[in-house]
């Protein structure tokens, strides 16, 4: 019998609900496949607008109007609810999948990023286990979650 995707994570997932504003660097190294889009006619910024749904030790999932595909390199700006803090991220796109269609009929996509910085520093050099509170943690968690899911899940 096949796992869930559950079962198949090393680490658990916090909700959050935090919006993320995100762009696909060019990446000078490889070859570039040039086509004219419709937003490059149009001059769009080519910063797209998403609000998280989890976050892990090394990992974050939000939803997007913006279809992402496997491999796409990202720069995010998550902007912590109910402050001016924002965090600075770079990952890699693990997953994309098609969502419903929004009452606007316009399309709706949930994206996984596996995080390779935060503000500047290696998320996967950040990973620790918290002897006191029992949970694996992070650089990442810690700035987007600060305390909290620690001490929910105090022993008591």
């Known amino acids: 019998m096949e796992q869930s995707i559950e079962n198949k994570r090393k680490y658990p997932r916090y909700e959050t609900d935090a919006k993320i504003k995100f762009r696909i660097p060019y990446d000078f190294t490889a070859e570039v496949d040039f086509k004219i889009t419709e937003e490059m006619i149009e001059g769009r910024d080519h910063t797209y607008i998403g609000f998280s749904k989890n976050i892990s030790v090394h990992g974050l999932s939000f939803e997007s109007p913006k279809r992402l595909e496997t ?20 990952g890699e796109v693990c997953w994309c999948k098609s969502l419903d269609s929004s009452m606007e009929g316009k399309p709706r996509f949930q994206a996984g990023v596996q995080i390779a910085k935060v503000d500047g520093l290696d998320v996967e050099q950040t990973v620790y286990f918290d002897k006191t509170y029992g949970v694996v943690w992070s650089e990442l968690l810690e700035r987007v979650l600060g305390g909290f899911a620690k001490i929910s899940r105090k022993k008591t």
């Open 71 to 90: 491999g796409d390199l990202l720069w995010m700006d998550l902007h912590l609810p109910k402050s001016e803090q924002v965090v600075f991220m770079q």
